[in-house]
Structures are given as C-alpha cells and as structure tokens.
C-alpha cells in the first residue's frame, strides 16, 4: 500500500478491477482489458503467478504455486520472546521451507506450505498449524486469528526470468518466493532498460529460462512427485 501511495504521488496512475485480457504486439503495442484498452510504446509484464496464459511464450517455463499462512493472537512479551529473542524474521532449509516472524503487535505469523497449480485449500490452519506447533510447541493453547493464501510463480531453476518479447514488451517474473526483495531490484532493471541501459538487464536476462519437464500440462504431478521425494529426504536428514 505504501508503495502504491508513492507511484501515485510521483504522477503515476493505478487502475484496478482491469484484468488484461489480450496484448495486440506491434510498435506501438496495445493492452486490451473487457472495459477499454491502454497504448503504449513499452509494455512491462509483471503479472507473475497471476498472469494465466496472457503471454503463451512464458507459460511452459514457469507454475503458480500457493503458499499459506496463520496469524496468531497477540502474545505476551514473555511468549513472543521465547519464540524469537532477536526478534529476526525465520526461514528454515528443508526443501518445502517454513518462515515466520513476529509482528508489531507481538503475533506470530507463520508460514508455509505449496500447494502446486495455486488452488486455495479448503482448510489453511490444517496445514499450517501443525508445523507451528512443530516449531513452537509452547503455542498449543493459542488462539489463530487470521489465516490466508496467496501465490507465488517457480520457476525450474529457482531464478528470476527477466527478458524480451520482441522489441518492446519486457518481462519480470518468478521469483519462486523470493519476490519481496527481488522485485525492488527488477523495478530498477526495468526503468534502466527502458530508459536505454540494458546492462544489468542482460544480465539477468542471460540466466536459461528451462521449461518444466512435459510441459505445462505435466509440471504440477512432476514438481509434485519431485517434491514428495525430497520431503522425505528432509523427514530423515538425508
């Protein structure tokens, strides 16, 4: 919000409720929505886990994903520092990861969880709170005040895609949950480009954008299977 607060002061102008329905490719290109149309000489896309089929080019080479969350109630101070005494935000190295971190008013929020192709589950404290508890027996008796999902776009390399799509539609996508920090960067790479220094653009650019194995049909069973397999491995250490 706070960013969006700062486009808008510099003059920059967001529309919402105005999902993109089709891209005409030309110079210049033009962006249509089912309520009107946007012309443009540059086109950014940055739709991310949210982006469908809009650009067929990007869609084999990257998969929503979901990742959910719980809030708890506000803790005490003698809780919430037995949970974090340095008070850091926490991500673990197994390969399906939790993260969790307190917030200002002392809840804890964890995090965790992929469902593959992004569905929203029926049930996000089923998921989650057991993994909590996991890591913070001492919460058995606390109450869950907010819970909800959201998506997240992987990519096979686990490395952002940045490039082009003829000569001026550009691209920035899959984090693979990484964005928060990424995405400050891909902002700075896309005004350079487009103001004419593409160096650091290239750079990114330059990482191999792999497809997933069977397309984009298959990539949810495959990285589904690939996953349960080094879950395993986490469960024993290996």
């Known amino acids: 919000m706070g960013e969006a607060a700062a486009v808008e002061s510099l003059g920059g102008k967001i529309y919402e409720q105005s999902a993109v ?29 949210y982006l469908g089929g809009l650009v ?27 949970l974090l005494p340095q008070d850091y935000c926490v991500e673990d190295c197994n390969y399906l990861l939790d993260y969790y971190r307190l917030s200002g008013d002392k809840r804890l929020i964890y995090g965790g969880g992929v469902v593959y192709g992004a569905r929203d589950p029926a049930d996000i404290d089923a998921i989650i709170r ?18 909800w999902t959201g998506n997240f776009l992987l990519t096979l390399s686990r490395l952002p895609q940045v490039g082009r799509i003829g000569s001026n539609i ?8 990484h964005g928060v920090t990424y ?9 350079e480009v487009l103001k004419g220094q593409a160096e650091r653009f290239d750079a ?26 080094y879950s395993v491995r986490d469960k024993f250490g290996i």
């Not at 030309?26 to 012309?39: L, M, N, R, Y």
């Not at 990257?62 to 969350?69: A, H, K, L, N, R």
């Not at 057991?130 to 819970?147: E, G, H, S």
């Not at 995405?183 to 005004?191: C, E, F, I, V």
Request: glycine share 8%; proline share 9%; net charge neutral.
């Open 130 to 147: 057991p993994k909590m508890l996991k890591t913070f027996p001492q919460l058995a008796n606390v109450k869950i005040d907010y819970r």
């Open 21 to 49: 329905v089709n891209i005409e490719r030309g110079e210049p290109a033009k962006v249509i929505t089912e309520q009107g149309s946007v012309t443009a000489n540059f086109v950014i896309v940055a739709g991310n886990a």
């Open 170 to 177: 550009y691209y920035s996508q899959g984090c693979s949950g």
């Open 56 to 82: 067929p080019e990007l869609r084999a080479k990257s998969m929503p994903c979901g990742t959910q969350v719980i809030t708890t109630e506000p803790l005490s101070e003698e809780l919430a520092a037995s």
């Open 183 to 191: 995405t400050h960067l891909a902002g700075k790479l896309m005004s």
């Open 204 to 229: 990114f650019a330059s990482l191999p954008h792999l497809p997933f194995p069977g397309g984009h049909l298959m990539s949810i069973p495959f990285s589904a299977l690939g996953a349960w397999y």
